[in-house]
């Protein structure tokens, strides 16, 4: 790794680091204004992957979802999901009649996939923060979940990238990335489980000791796979990074791809195998 880069990566992390463990530990509209403005980035980089495949969502519309969706689930009003959707296919339908633009399937398409991929996935993120309250347990429990997640998932990607370097010899999934090896995925499912070991051992997380081994498991196996699965996107659109927006680290996309999937299952796992058996 070149120095200006390392130098870059290292600012990035100084900089962004901090905030974004002030915004999870006070919640609140602080936490969402976090999410909303990291869904907002990453969605317009999903956009413009789209753009690269001849497509051309609609913009405005498309953008504008997140705010409506992360609204919804932070008011805990989900109930009004089928309604929100029906409203925004509706309008993106509508728009796309009045537009002289060809490929208005695929642009419709793009224009759902990209709210969903982004929005709601990344809503699950904004709503394990305030799960436990809901159960009962202290407010300060879901910014604890939270940095669990972030933390984990951090260790599993260095974990997966020095173990691959070092014992990397069987390939993982050569035609989306050529350089992820079956050792490194190894590594990195290694590095979650530690993870939350360690902090359940100091940190209160709310959690008996199998169920975090049972998360640690979802954010080492999910986090890679969603990995792959933006890689997956970016080969398709011909592009190395999702955007240049973080120096040394590439695009929103390139550095939260691992939570879009592990993040679901791991709330859902929370609410429903853990919370309501309580």
């Known amino acids: 790794m070149a120095l200006s880069n390392l130098a870059n990566r290292v600012i990035v992390a100084v900089v962004g680091g901090p905030l ?13 204004g976090l999410m909303l403005l990291l869904t907002m980035v990453g969605g317009n980089e999903f956009i413009n992957f789209t ?29 009004y999901l089928l309604e929100y959707f029906a409203a925004y296919t509706v309008l993106l339908l509508l728009f796309e009649l009045m537009r002289k633009e060809n490929n208005s399937i695929f642009n419709v398409s793009a224009a759902l996939l990209t709210t969903v991929y ?3 996935l990344f ?23 939270v940095f669990l997640v972030f933390l984990a998932t951090w260790i599993c990607d260095t974990g997966a990238y020095l173990a691959g370097k070092n014992f990397g010899r069987h390939k993982l999934a050569p035609r989306i990335s050529p350089n992820k090896t079956i050792e490194g995925a190894v590594g990195g499912i290694t590095g979650a489980l530690l993870t939350a070991i360690v902090c359940q051992y100091y940190f209160n997380t709310s959690l008996q000791m199998h169920h975090a081994v ?26 190395k990074d999702s955007s240049a927006i973080l120096p040394g680290h590439g695009g929103i996309l390139d550095r939260f791809d691992s939570e879009l999937l592990s993040v679901p299952l791991i709330y859902i796992y929370i609410k429903y195998f853990i919370y309501a058996a309580i």
């Open 123 to 145: 809503g699950f993120l904004l709503d394990l923060r305030n799960l436990p309250v809901e159960f009962g347990f202290s407010e300060r429990t879901g910014a604890v979940l």
């Open 214 to 239: 049972i998360i640690a498991l979802l954010i080492g196996v999910f986090g890679q796979l969603s990995d792959l699965v933006e890689s997956l996107f970016k080969r398709d659109a011909g592009v």
């Open 118 to 120: 982004l929005g709601v």
């Open 20 to 32: 974004i463990i002030a915004c999870v530990w006070f919640g609140g509209w602080y936490y969402f």
């Open 51 to 79: 753009k690269k495949k001849g497509m051309d969502p609609n913009w405005l519309l498309t953008l504008a979802s997140f705010p409506a969706l992360f609204t919804l689930i932070f008011l805990n009003l989900t109930h």
